[in-house]
Protein backbone atom coordinates (compact mmCIF):
# COMPACT_ATOMS: atom_id res chain seq x y z
CA UNK A 1 0.00 0.00 0.00
CA UNK A 2 1.37 3.50 -0.77
CA UNK A 3 -0.05 6.66 0.28
CA UNK A 4 -1.22 9.53 -2.33
CA UNK A 5 -1.64 12.67 -1.38
CA UNK A 6 -4.71 13.77 -3.04
CA UNK A 7 -7.73 12.34 -2.95
CA UNK A 8 -8.19 9.52 -6.24
CA UNK A 9 -10.68 10.43 -8.61
CA UNK A 10 -13.42 8.23 -9.38
CA UNK A 11 -12.33 7.29 -12.88
CA UNK A 12 -8.82 6.38 -11.25
CA UNK A 13 -10.17 4.02 -8.36
CA UNK A 14 -9.86 0.91 -10.39
CA UNK A 15 -6.68 1.50 -11.61
CA UNK A 16 -5.20 1.82 -8.03
CA UNK A 17 -7.29 -0.31 -5.65
CA UNK A 18 -7.32 -4.25 -5.58
CA UNK A 19 -10.43 -4.55 -3.43
CA UNK A 20 -10.31 -8.60 -4.18
CA UNK A 21 -6.91 -8.74 -2.17
CA UNK A 22 -6.86 -10.45 1.67
CA UNK A 23 -5.42 -7.48 2.54
CA UNK A 24 -7.67 -4.67 1.29
CA UNK A 25 -10.07 -4.62 4.44
CA UNK A 26 -6.31 -4.34 6.49
CA UNK A 27 -5.19 -1.54 4.16
CA UNK A 28 -8.13 0.71 4.06
CA UNK A 29 -8.34 0.95 7.27
CA UNK A 30 -4.99 1.74 8.41
CA UNK A 31 -5.01 4.35 5.87
CA UNK A 32 -8.50 5.63 7.57
CA UNK A 33 -6.98 5.52 11.42
CA UNK A 34 -3.52 7.65 9.41
CA UNK A 35 -6.28 10.29 7.64
CA UNK A 36 -4.37 9.50 4.52
CA UNK A 37 -6.37 11.47 1.78
CA UNK A 38 -6.08 7.94 -0.36
CA UNK A 39 -3.85 5.04 -1.03
CA UNK A 40 -3.05 2.72 -3.87
CA UNK A 41 -2.84 -1.04 -4.28
CA UNK A 42 -0.80 -0.54 -7.79
CA UNK A 43 2.33 -1.50 -6.90
CA UNK A 44 1.86 -3.71 -3.56
CA UNK A 45 4.19 -6.72 -3.54
CA UNK A 46 1.96 -8.50 -0.62
CA UNK A 47 -0.94 -8.90 -2.83
CA UNK A 48 -2.55 -12.02 -2.22
CA UNK A 49 -6.38 -12.32 -4.40
CA UNK A 50 -9.48 -13.20 -2.11
CA UNK A 51 -11.52 -16.28 -2.82
CA UNK A 52 -14.02 -15.26 -0.68
CA UNK A 53 -15.32 -12.57 -2.10
CA UNK A 54 -15.65 -10.85 1.02
CA UNK A 55 -15.65 -7.49 0.12
CA UNK A 56 -18.70 -8.72 -2.85
CA UNK A 57 -20.19 -9.58 0.91
CA UNK A 58 -20.12 -6.33 2.58
CA UNK A 59 -20.93 -4.24 -0.46
CA UNK A 60 -24.06 -6.65 -0.55
CA UNK A 61 -24.69 -6.02 3.05
CA UNK A 62 -24.39 -2.47 3.27
CA UNK A 63 -25.08 -0.40 -0.20
CA UNK A 64 -25.52 2.56 0.65
CA UNK A 65 -21.78 2.59 2.37
CA UNK A 66 -20.25 1.47 -1.44
CA UNK A 67 -22.56 4.38 -4.13
CA UNK A 68 -21.42 6.90 -5.15
Known amino acids: MEKIC ?3 EFNDVNEHRRDN ?3 YGSCLEEASV ?3 PSFS ?3 CKQFIASDNNVIYREKALSP ?3 EV
Do not use: G, V
Request: net charge positive; proline share 7%; with cysteine.
Open 64 to 66: LAW
Open 34 to 36: MLW
Open 21 to 23: CIH
Open 6 to 8: QPL
Open 41 to 43: CKN
